[in-house]
């Protein structure tokens, strides 16, 4: 049989439901904070994100990178951040509008261990702001993250909150880190040893347990912050604060990207151990990384598919979609069905037709969990230009000209 590859799958039934829905509140927030949406290539020029992500980063490890038939190699985007710097100082932003606040939905895509919540295609929505150092832009960034998981799941989960310094702070903490761990260094996971190499705040991240054990003691980058940093740090509590969001210095999250300065946040649930529903902060180095001027910016991205599990787990019920199904009880009535279908879309109603020659109490069973309404048109009905209104969820019926449906539908819908 033919199948999906590891690590992906189709979204359907509920779970395209609820997709769409927490994709069109995040757009419907985003537009409302003044943000306008980007869309870039699902594949970019490797490179792209090899210097962004950071080398050795797991990001990296995992991209799929790939030689297309002119031999060029390009790399299946891993995160949105990267593509929008690239797109940012390929159209000259910099120059021209300097100050731009993006956001983004699409898929992304990373070769990792499939598990639940983490597939090697997924869906993040994002959100850039270009051109501004100021901590009001990343708890704006807080803002919409949490108020759009708010308006889908009435909850509005717990942010962690930290800052990872800056080029003048990171590098004496970085150093002492790595003095102190050095004792025990042959002691630690390959892949620790070589973080300590290449970017020693990433052991934080590690889940191997003797290195979070040992990690657990070390001292915190938050306690070795330079002035600025300090100062920038306490403002964004400070924020956080006067907006009622509700947060937790958590002074040894690290994120698995390279790219970061300051402030680092992520959305957990309010409710326990389940992965972050997204994360983000600030990156004030990377345009000028990526061959830029020195352009601050932050941003954020949250998985759809953890969003979505997440809501499952609590509980969120399909919606009903539809105003009403038509049941034409015989092959006589199909034509009048359609017929009434498409005057009743034309009025701005949500119907379908279910024509099959089955029989009427399995497609009515199946219009009771799609739809407001069953109207059903039988020989009778047909005679007298009416259809038979069922409510299914009063349980009532009653028999209406046709002429009417449309009003009545709409009137009870409000
Ligand atoms: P990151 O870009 O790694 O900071 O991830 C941001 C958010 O994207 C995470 O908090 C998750 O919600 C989501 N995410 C990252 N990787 C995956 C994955 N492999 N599968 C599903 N969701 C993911």
């Known amino acids: 049989m033919l199948q999906t590859p590891r690590g992906t799958h189709d979204v359907l039934g509920m779970d395209a439901q609820l997709f769409g829905r927490v994709e069109a509140v995040f757009r419907q927030q985003a537009l409302s904070f003044g943000f306008r949406e980007i869309r870039t290539p699902c ?13 050795g980063s797991e990001v990296a490890k995992q991209m799929y990178v790939f ?15 990267a593509a929008c710097v690239r797109a940012y100082l ?7 509008e ?17 598990q639940k919540g983490r597939e090697r295609q997924f869906h993040q929505l994002g959100a850039e702001v270009f051109g501004l ?47 102190r761990v050095a004792p025990q260094k042959e002691e630690l996971c390959a892949d620790c040893q070589r973080r300590l190499k290449t970017a020693p705040l990433r052991v934080f991240d590690c889940k191997n347990r003797f290195c979070q054990a040992l990690f657990s003691t070390l001292p915190v980058v938050l306690d070795h912050l330079c002035g600025e940093c300090r100062a920038y740090h306490d403002r964004t509590l400070q924020l956080l604060t006067r907006y009622e969001l509700p947060h937790e210095v958590h ?86 069905a359609f017929a009434l279908a498409y005057q009743l879309r034309a009025t701005g109603l949500r119907v379908d037709v279910d024509p099959r020659p089955t029989g009427v109490g399995s497609r009515t069973k199946r219009a009771a969990g799609q739809a407001f309404f069953g109207l059903f048109l039988g020989e009778e009905e047909a005679r007298a230009k009416e259809v038979t209104v069922k409510d299914f969820r009063r349980g009532q019926q009653r028999r209406l000209p046709i002429s009417e449906v449309a009003t009545f539908l709409s009137q009870t819908r409000e």
Not at 167 to 173: A, E, I, K, S, V
Request: overall charge negative; glycine content about 10%.
């Open 43 to 55: 594949f970019e020029f490797a490179h792209v994100f090899e210097r962004s992500v950071g080398e």
């Open 67 to 81: 030689k297309d038939k002119g031999g060029r190699l390009l790399a299946l985007r891993p995160e949105g951040t």
């Open 90 to 96: 390929q159209h000259s932003l910099h120059k021209s």
């Open 98 to 114: 300097p100050y731009v606040k993006w956001f983004y939905v699409g898929p992304m895509f990373r070769y990792e261990k499939p």
């Open 133 to 179: 150092h100021l901590p009001e832009i990343d708890v704006e960034l807080m803002q919409l993250l949490v108020r759009t998981i708010r308006a889908v799941s009435g909850s509005q989960g717990k942010l962690l909150v930290n800052s990872v310094g800056c080029r003048q702070c990171r590098p004496p903490y970085e150093e002492l880190l790595v003095r």
């Open 251 to 336: 002074p040894r999250l690290v994120r698995g990207l390279d790219y970061y300065t300051h402030i680092t946040f992520e959305l957990v649930a309010e409710d326990g151990e389940a992965p972050a529903l997204g994360g983000g902060g600030r990156y004030d180095d990377l345009v000028e990384l990526l061959g830029g001027p020195a352009v601050p910016a932050a941003g954020f991205a949250a998985g759809v598919e953890r969003i979505v599990l997440w809501l499952q787990a609590s509980g969120a019920k399909q919606e009903e979609e539809l105003d009403a199904v038509l049941l034409p009880l015989s092959q006589a009535q199909v034509e009048e």
